[in-house]
């Protein structure tokens, strides 16, 4: 070879180098699941909201500090109670190029309320989406909604033609099990586009560089690498290998920050821990007692009282959580400190009770738990299961991976779950409408009540804001009294990063990689 | 004196095997922590009061208690205790019973179906023998490890989830002897090969004794060495093998763990200082094998020095 070659050849490898270096930025982010679906209405679940967040936009957004501001419109007025008109950016493009129009926002919030869109909750008060012009939405709701705006925060735009041509007009059917296009494809016009999907191993966004909004961030690449196994992750974060950390196990904290180079940042996490019980099955089907002892509210105490929530706390949180009365956290309309005090810890009383409801030997369930879902779930579990056997009550643990602990929970398998729960309109009525309302669809311990029905009504309908909360408070008040579930604790997150990796932590465990640096 | 009035004891003591024994302190050491760990595992319920398999005889306020000689350590948890208030010891002599129990079945699955095989295969030749030990070659090019895993995800595939968990044990035993078989087939074929050509097998065969006599009475006895001293190796790698198959979650359910189990749940703590909850078990499954192997070395050096 010609030396002068050979210094080309040198060269071209120094520029490679050298541009690579100092221009691409690239953010490696592990957490231990990843996301279920990229369809943007098929899954209601926080890393996969996480994910659709980043490639996708809604009508309005909430921003680093939580309130709502506008995102795909400008700007949105009430012409009557129950009829609000949007007024659209015009300067908005899709990842392929294609414009956003009325057109996309009016077929995006149909195809949520489709019959397999799992976002089809927030928005079922609203009767009819209309294109007013190209630019301009009308959304008609059943009687006045005081918290559309929050609820509309979480509805995904995703563009109409490629929906079409690629066969995605309706929602990915996730709880039949069905694989479509839009599941490991996604067209949005958010800061990043996905160009890599590996599901559970790699999934590469890029930034998109015809962004309509101020780019703030200076990151060319996010790769999203899930790791399961907690040590595996803290030692992929310590070695370099990984740049941020968005579920740092917490028996780790101290070891991440006694080193130089990594930070860590804690907030409450808008999410509380709970566990169900059906009460509505006629037979549990993994007792042996051949009824259901759920359906009577002394057992629901008895085990509630059986749980030593400090001990959960101190030791396998480690302190890192805060015990909770009810499934909803400081900061959500209808929470107050009276109604978030739990029942005392008794395990005397918790036999009497066992005894008074006829079950004085206990009895035996299984507990499904997910393994790779929320802060030392099946830890918790395995707790859980030591403190019913001191009452009685033979708990066999069933700890498995997300994806099917929820479709099998979905699918009504459980007789006894671990479940969590976030509320993203920060709105005690988005609760009441999953979990308490009848035959709503992650109400899997078949919780009924009339009265609660009708308060559910009464917070959709309401803007008298006084009488609203008044209605808000007795529905709270009847389903902690009825024990309809078993609240454990509000979680804590912590985030763990290199020190010049800035990701804004944000209460409800989704980073915004459009407000995020590398240094 | 006539030999015949000898005691079993007085036999063994001028035998070869217990002068060679008597003069190998490896020997002894091992075997002596052998059977102090083999009476500990099986007998456990009356070394420790603790029963860590009872999830409601836990307490979770004990959890992450270090070592009894460390600061924080309490005198009634010698080795500390694990993330839900397990004694660690009770913890590991109960896990170790487990990894024996599956170790020493997975090595006798392995020995009666290799040797089964093996010695007729050596013993009547032909088309059969040719099968069988292909077979054994195929297998030997599948790691044993992956045909272990193999094996237990066509379990769990076939095996209803209720079920799983009651026969993970005999899958467990199943998995590992099967992947350790055709050590035992080349072994005992090759030994059958050198003693059907002898004259007491010849001289068997000309009074007509049967074949399955001529096989299991005769020359099953004069292979025993080589199959002995492979059998024992095989223990302590059906033990590694049980220990890496739990590690790796497909093993025995962690709420009756075994050693492999202990130490997958301990590497969670890896970083957050309570070492003691990976570090005992793992060095106990170190010692133990160790041990098998050493004992399986000096059974090589003394039964059979061709295999060296």
Known sequence: ?519 | MDSKNLTLFNRIKDSDIYFSFIKSPTAIISTFILIVIFFCSFFVEFVTPYNPFDPSSLSLMDAFTPPSWTEDGLAKFILGTDGQGRDMLATILYGSRISLIVGFSAVIFALVLGVGLGLSAGYFGGKYEMIVMRLTDVQLTVPSILMALLVDGIARGIISRELHDEMAIYVLIFAIGISEWPQFARVSRAATLVEKNKDYVSASTIIGVSNLIIMFKHILPNILRPILVIGTIGLALAIIAEATLSFLGVGVPPTTPSLGTLIRLGNDFLFSGEWWITFFPAIFLVILAFSINLLGDWMRDTLNPKLN
């Open chain 1, 1 to 519: 070879m010609k030396p002068k070659n050979l210094l080309r050849i040198l060269m071209a490898f120094l520029f490679v180098f050298a541009s690579t270096q100092s221009f691409a930025k690239t953010i490696k982010w592990s957490m231990q699941g990843d996301s279920l679906t990229l369809d943007p209405h098929a899954q209601n679940e926080g890393p996969t909201t996480m994910v659709s967040r980043q490639i996708y936009e809604a009508l309005v957004t909430r921003g680093l500090d939580m309130s709502i501001g506008p995102q795909l419109a400008t700007e949105w007025k009430t012409t009557s109670p129950t009829t609000w008109v949007f007024t659209l950016r015009e300067d908005v493009i899709f990842h392929d190029g294609t414009p956003m129009t009325s057109e996309d926002v009016v077929f995006s919030l149909l195809r949520a309320q489709q019959p397999t869109s799992d976002f089809k909750e927030y928005i079922s008060t609203v009767t009819s989406v209309r294109a007013l012009g190209n630019y301009t939405v009308q959304i008609k709701t059943k009687a006045p909604n005081p918290i559309l705006l929050n609820q509309l925060s979480n509805i995904f735009v995703m563009s109409k033609k490629w929906a079409t041509d690629n066969f995605a007009i309706v929602p990915q059917n996730w709880d039949a099990g069905q694989e479509t296009f839009s599941a490991t494809n996604a067209m949005g016009t958010g800061p990043f586009k996905i160009t890599l999907r590996e599901p559970n191993t790699k999934t590469v966004f890029k930034k998109n560089g015809k962004w309509w909004g101020n780019v703030e961030h200076n990151i060319t690449q996010i790769h999203l690498l899930p790791i399961k196994n907690a040590a595996t992750r803290v030692a992929a974060l310590l070695s370099g290998e990984i740049d941020i950390v968005t579920d740092a196990p917490v028996q780790d904290l101290a070891r991440i920050k006694s080193s130089a180079g990594h930070k860590v940042e804690s907030t409450p996490q808008m999410r509380t821990i709970f566990l169900g019980m059906d009460q509505a099955a006629d037979q549990l089907r993994t007792g042996n007692t051949g009824d259901n002892p759920f359906k009577k509210k002394e057992v629901r105490q008895a085990l509630y009282q059986a749980i030593d929530i400090e001990a959960i706390k101190k030791k396998v949180m480690r302190g890192l959580s805060e015990p909770a009365g009810i499934i909803t956290f400081p900061g959500v309309t209808g929470y107050t400190k009276a109604l978030d005090k739990r029942l005392p810890y008794d395990v005397n009383a918790a036999k009497q009770l066992l005894a008074d409801a006829g079950y004085p030997d206990g009895f035996e369930v299984e507990l499904r738990c997910p393994n790779d879902r929320y802060v030392n779930d099946e830890a918790i579990c395995t707790a859980v299961v030591g403190m019913l056997g001191k009452i009685g009550v033979k708990v066999n643990l069933f700890a498995q991976t997300k994806s099917k602990h929820f479709k099998e929970l979905k699918d009504n398998q459980g007789d006894f779950y671990m479940l969590g729960w976030g509320v993203p309109t920060l709105d005690s009525h988005y609760v009441f409408h999953y979990l308490y309302e009848s035959g709503a669809s992650w109400n899997k311990v078949n919780f009924s009540d009339a009265e609660v029905d009708a308060a559910i009504r009464v917070m959709e309908g309401e803007v008298d804001l006084d009488k609203r909360n008044a209605a808000i408070a007795k529905a709270w008040k009847i389903v902690r009294d009825n024990i309809a579930y078993l609240p454990l604790h509000h979680q804590v997150i912590s985030w763990a990063s290199k020190s010049n990796v800035d990701v804004p932590i944000r209460p409800n465990n989704e980073p915004l990689f459009r407000f995020s640096r590398v240094n």
